[in-house]
């Protein structure tokens, strides 16, 4: 027989798990669209100041904006593992 009560704590735990990873993306797509912005505007203010490459520049700037929002992308993919061990637990 089928218990109800353990079907759905388990309903929750899977469209919660379907969420974390649209979340996470949506915040990598905020700190390339922020990079992008920035990277476009230092092209523009600094022409005659060259950089090696737009692409690496642009790389740098990706990598510093998830740095200064780690705490939140590392709150994101533990709460992923964590869903992911309760549903492995059902």
Known sequence: MID???LRPLAK???ARRE?????ECLNRQ??????RQA???KVRSRARRRSSPRLYHREL???FAFERWE???TIACRLA????LIGAF
């Open 31 to 36: 700190i390339a669209a922020r990079a992008g």
């Open 82 to 85: 964590m869903q992911e061990q």
């Open 40 to 42: 476009t505007t230092v």
């Open 72 to 74: 939140e992308l590392e």
């Open 20 to 24: 974390t990873p649209r979340h996470l």
């Open 62 to 64: 990706v990598d510093r």
């Open 13 to 15: 735990a899977i469209g």
């Open 4 to 6: 109800i009560r353990l």
